[in-house]
């Protein structure tokens, strides 16, 4: 009988859910609603809004139901770090806190007071960004957070809504390393970070794998929905780990590029690699499915181009892409990651402001912002792909980018470009690729993921972009390292 395996796929900015489906041909994708994810800014305060993302699931897994279609299960992977306070009585708190919201700007330091950083990275191999979850619940139980307070279990998002799903708690292993409590050698809460910030074993759901069964719908969800009782699968419930699971690679020699509101470039590898290299140059060490690891850094990716949108009311991202294309060359350039641009009142401002403070040319018209985005990317991709090819344990001959950024042709040529090696784009659907490739595995429909791999690669029309102007990137890239100001 057909499977039809329902992915739901959310992201910081948006969110989807999928019916994916193997065919003779390959993988069918279908989606089945769209719909935006945004921060709320309450009092200072950055929430999401855990209900309404629930609702849309709801809504994709009503419209399923009512084509007639079969739903074999149903998996769920979301952006990292951020989770949900759950009481004794098993309610949901308060909305969960944003990743965005100021409240741990210095919350590491406070931290490394009482457990030094180099134990908490030796032990988790994560790299240290203020908003991983040990420094929320740390800001939080300084905070006396009423919510923290009352809290019996905490949950990831994913696992958070595969509860409001099953009624079954679960702590899966992908989206917990991004919490930076996970062990990257155990590959198991690791109990002096918990410690560390006041919390215990007892307050998360069982620890499961990608592939194992979290529960069934429950008999309200059925009821609500038109659905039976269908399990709900831990996928990589970290959509990254969904995402790099589907890179459409033949063999280990590449470097990957998650594309989205988030650029994650790192390699993956079959261990941890924890060294004072990583460590100084801040690399991640996030679990993945089958025992892998992805050893990455974040580059703050098209979140730079959805904020800057915000001020030009609906212009297409087509639009936009042709008017950097005619915009003159290496104008004005700003490190992607510099902390001005983690959450401005206004992305333009700031990107003007920073081209002001470092003595270049500020960008006035929409081409020319748009531009420098693009080529500040690309140029942000070779310096983290030169401290890759030192660190990684296999060579690196291709740029794997995938994610919604893949489509962007005109940053594929940059990146290109930049980094002197073949990208090759695609697909763009890569997270509930994964995320419907581990339900596929769960059902004995798919072997291992190495042979989707292929599959993906066979029925995915994918785009390569060979190195040009090598010459003036090269150049670009020494006033690149020239505008970057100290963090
Ligand atoms: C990308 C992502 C990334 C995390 C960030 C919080 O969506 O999951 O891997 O670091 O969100």
């Known amino acids: 009988m057909k499977q039809n395996f329902f992915a739901v796929d959310l992201g910081a900015t948006s969110g989807r859910t999928i019916l994916g489906t193997f065919t003779e041909s390959g993988l069918e994708l279908k989606e089945i609603n769209r719909f935006s994810n945004h921060l709320i800014e309450v009092g200072g305060h950055f929430y999401w809004d855990i209900y309404a993302l629930y609702r849309h699931i709801i809504e994709g897994l009503k419209l399923v139901a009512h084509s007639g279609e079969s739903i074999t299960s149903v998996g769920i992977d979301t952006w990292g770090v951020d989770f949900v306070c759950v009481g004794k009585d098993g309610n949901l708190l308060r909305q969960p806190y944003a990743y965005r919201d100021p409240h741990t700007v210095g919350a590491p330091e406070v931290l490394f007071a009482r457990i030094s950083r180099s134990e908490v990275y030796a032990k988790t191999g994560i790299q240290i960004m203020n908003f991983n979850s040990i420094f929320q619940l740390d800001t ?97 419930g970290h959509d990254t780990g969904s995402a790099v699971a589907a890179v459409p690679a033949l063999d280990r020699n590449f470097a990957y590029l998650s ?113 420098c985005i693009f080529e500040s990317l690309a140029l942000r991709y070779r310096q983290v792909l030169e401290n890759l090819c030192a660190l990684s344990p296999h060579p690196i001959e291709t740029l ?23 990208v090759v784009a695609g697909p763009s659907e890569a997270t509930a690729i994964g995320n419907v490739m581990i339900q596929a595995m769960a059902a004995g429909e798919a072997t291992d993921v190495a042979g989707m791999r292929q599959l993906i690669h066979r029925s995915i029309p994918l785009n390569t972009y060979q190195p040009r102007d090598t010459e003036a990137w090269d150049a670009a890239y020494i006033q690149f390292k020239n505008c970057i100001r100290p963090n």
């Not at 006041?198 to 009821?223: A, D, H, I, M, S």
């Not at 690891?293 to 212009?315: A, D, F, H, Q, V």
């Not at 003595?359 to 929409?366: N, S």
Request: charged share 25%; hydrophobic share 40%; glycine share 8%.
């Open 400 to 422: 794997h980018v995938i994610g919604g950024g893949s489509r962007n042709d005109l940053l594929n040529q940059f990146t290109a470009n930049a980094i002197d090696i073949p």
């Open 259 to 371: 594309s989205g509101t988030w650029s994650l470039m790192g390699v993956e590898t079959d261990a941890p690699v924890i060294n004072a290299e990583t460590e100084s140059l801040n690399f991640t060490n996030e679990g993945g499915v089958e025992g892998t690891i992805r050893l990455l850094k974040n580059i703050c990716g098209m979140w730079l181009l959805e904020r800057s949108r915000l001020n030009w009311g609906e212009t297409s991202y087509s639009e936009l892409i042709s008017e950097a294309e005619t915009s003159e060359p290496f104008r004005s350039l700003i490190n992607p990651d510099d902390d001005c641009f983690a959450n401005p009142v206004n992305m333009e401002q700031a990107i003007m402001e920073y081209c002001r403070t470092t003595g270049q040319p500020v960008p006035e018209r929409r081409g020319q912002i748009v531009r």
């Open 140 to 236: 939080l139980r300084r905070n006396q957070d009423s919510a923290l307070e009352a809290t019996d279990k905490i949950l990831f998002m994913p696992d958070a809504l595969s509860y409001m799903l099953t009624g079954e708690m679960v702590t899966e292993y992908t989206i917990a390393s991004t919490a930076q409590l996970v062990n990257a050698y155990t590959r198991r809460l690791e109990p002096d970070l918990l410690e560390a910030v006041g919390l215990k074993e007892k307050n998360f759901g069982r620890f499961v794998f990608p592939g194992e069964k979290v529960g069934v719908l429950t008999e309200k969800v059925q009821k609500i929905t038109g659905l039976g009782a269908i399990p709900v699968i831990a996928v990589a």
